[in-house]
């Protein structure tokens, strides 16, 4: 089935330095992308989101990119600090139609700051 | 407002006991969502309760079951525990009406021995 992707399974990055995190998603039929932040032994936190007729749209030190040519998504993180240490993951959520809004989730990609 | 509550934390069943995992959704929310991660993975879609009903299912078989209560809160329930159920098991409110956010709660860690 489709399913959501990412590139890149470990990112090591230097303490300071942005950080760019990658998904692939397969489904042109999704209209939402969320990124999360999972530490360990804990449940996936929300970062940002991002609706399918947007194609960027930033936070505090996070900017989420959305390509939909590609079906590309991306994560910045500005400034990366050693407390952005977990796994990130991307997912998607098709566009329903009175039955269940699922999330696809991807595998994951670690990032790990280095000082 | 309040987050997700999941409970137990950690839990220890034998192959072809049974389970009852609860959640208590974020004030506000509708919608229940139950998702099933395994060790190096991304979360799975078990299913959705809305109303009080199934509103729709992953690729789970029967023995997979759960309940909505008035409150919204939730069970999921699992029959005939496997060893390949051993998985951090993640319930996620929504509103429905907002349709946006997603929040989860810290999931309840099961392991079938």
């Known amino acids: 089935g489709e399913s959501v992707g990412l590139h890149l399974p470990t990112l090591s990055v230097q303490e300071g330095d942005n950080s760019i995190i990658n998904c692939a998603y397969s489904?042109?039929?999704?209209?939402?992308f969320i990124w999360y932040k999972q530490e360990s032994g804990k449940g996936p936190q929300f970062i940002i989101d991002i609706r399918s007729n947007m194609d960027k749209r930033q936070g505090q030190r996070v900017t989420v990119l959305l390509n939909k040519t590609v079906k590309h998504l991306s994560l910045q993180i500005a400034a990366t600090q050693p407390g952005d240490s977990a796994v990130y993951f991307c997912a998607e959520r098709m566009a329903s139609s009175g039955t269940a809004s699922k999330l696809t989730f991807g595998t994951g990609t670690r990032l790990q700051v280095t000082l | 407002e309040t987050g997700v509550t999941q409970s137990p934390t950690h839990l220890i069943k034998t192959r072809g006991q049974q389970v009852t995992l609860r959640c208590s959704s974020q004030?506000?929310?509708?919608?229940v969502s139950w998702y099933q991660q395994a060790l190096g993975q991304g979360p799975q879609f078990i299913f959705q309760?809305?109303?009080?009903?199934?509103?729709g299912r992953g690729n789970f078989p029967p023995r997979f079951s759960g309940l909505q209560f008035p409150n919204y809160s939730s069970e999921l329930n699992v029959n005939a525990l496997e060893l390949d159920d051993s998985a951090l098991y993640l319930c996620?409110?929504?509103?429905?009406?907002?349709?946006?956010?997603?929040?989860f709660g810290s999931g309840t860690r099961l392991t079938v021995v």
């Open positions: 489904n042109s039929a999704s209209d939402y």
């Open positions: 004030s506000g929310h509708n919608t």
């Open positions: 996620a409110s929504s509103s429905r009406d907002r349709g946006r956010g997603y929040t």
């Open positions: 309760y809305y109303r009080e009903e199934e509103n």
